[in-house]
Nanobody, 121 residues
């Protein structure tokens, strides 16, 4: 079992950067692949990216080369650095975790409460 708490959301302008953080409460953080998802108003939740315990990453095409996921196994945290933000990045962003090494967007077991990111154009 793992509990996830996101932080760092807010309102920024297009072109700005923002960094989200997720703190995981678990004694076995290395056992989990960590991911980020987002859900825009009126849309389904979509996969943003994921990182394995040994920092292998996978990103959605829509955020490649703009977003970067970092992981600190000593602090049980994962971060999402978002650069060159666009209005279409506006969404609630969720941290997620699952056991194992699968980086894909399916079968995520644990979710944070979400943090709002709003980009003004």
């Amino acid at each position: 079992q793992v509990q996830l708490v996101e932080s760092g959301g807010g309102l920024v302008q297009a072109g700005d950067s923002l960094r989200l953080s997720c703190a995981a409460s678990t004694r076995t953080f290395r056992a989990y692949t960590m991911g980020w998802f987002r859900q825009a108003p009126g849309k389904e939740r979509e996969f943003v990216g994921a990182i394995s315990w040994n920092r292998i990453t996978l990103y959605a095409d829509s955020v490649k080369e703009r977003f970067t996921i970092y992981r600190d196994n000593a602090k049980n945290t994962v971060s999402l650095q978002m650069n060159s933000l666009k209005a279409e990045d506006t969404a609630v962003y969720y941290c997620a975790a699952k056991e194992g090494l699968d980086l894909s967007g399916s079968s995520w077991h644990y979710w944070g409460q979400g943090t709002q990111v709003t980009i003004s154009s």
